[in-house]
C-alpha cells in the first residue's frame, strides 16, 4: 500500500460546479496535512493546510479532515477554468527526519 | 524579497557529464529537500538535509550526489552514473524549530534537466 494515494484523474468538472479531490493516506500518527496545486510545467504552490480533524476554509477552497478514516479532501466551489491543475496531496511523516510524503496527484480540468 | 531559487531553469547535459543544480533560500529554513518529477508522475524524494553539514538519502539516491555547507544553498550533482536523468528538479525548504508539525514546505522554481 502507497503512503500517500490519490486518483490519478482526470476529474473533468463543468465551471461553477464544486470539484473533488480526494486523498487517503496509510500513517495513523501523521498530524500534518496539505493540498498543493501544480500548473502544467510549473513548480507545486501551497493552497491548504489541515492539522485537526474537520474543515478548513480558505476563500473557494475547503479542506477536510478525519484522521479515524485517514482520509484528507478538498473541495473547490465555483470552480473556474483557472483552477485547471494538477493537485498533489501531502502528508507529514515523522521518522527521525521529518519529510513530506506526496500523492501520484490528480489531474483536475475545468470545462468552460 | 524571500524566497527559494533555482538554478538554471533549463539545463542540458550529455551523456557520461556531471552536472550540478543549485538551489538556494533566504527564508532561514533549516530543512530542505530535492525532489524528480517525470511527465505525468508524482514527486520522488531524492535527497534531504535537516541541519548544515548533514543529510540522508530520500527513495532514489543512486547517481545523485549533495552537500550541505552552508544553510542557505543545498545543491544538487547528477552524475553519469544516473542512467535516465532527463526529468524535471524540484528544491524545496521548510523550518523545521517551534511547532514543527505546523511547518509549511515551500518550493523553487525548478530547473528541467534534458540529457542530449
Redesign the interface.
Known sequence: QKEVEQNSGPLSVPEGAIASLNCTYSDRVS??F?W?RQYSG?????IM?I?SNGDKEDGRFTAQLNKASQYVSLLIRDSQPSDSATY?C?V?I?QG????V????TRLTINP | DGGITQSPKYLFRKEGQNVTLSCEQNLNHDAMYWYRQDPGQGLRLIYYSQIVNDFQKGDIAEGYSVSREKKESFPLTVTSAQKNPTAFYLCASRPTSGAYSYNEQFFGPGTRLTVL
Open positions: 498530524q500534518s496539505f498543493y510549473k513548480s507545486p504552490e501551497l493546510s492539522y498533489l501531502a507529514l515523522i527526519a521529518q519529510k513530506l506526496f500523492g501520484q496527484g
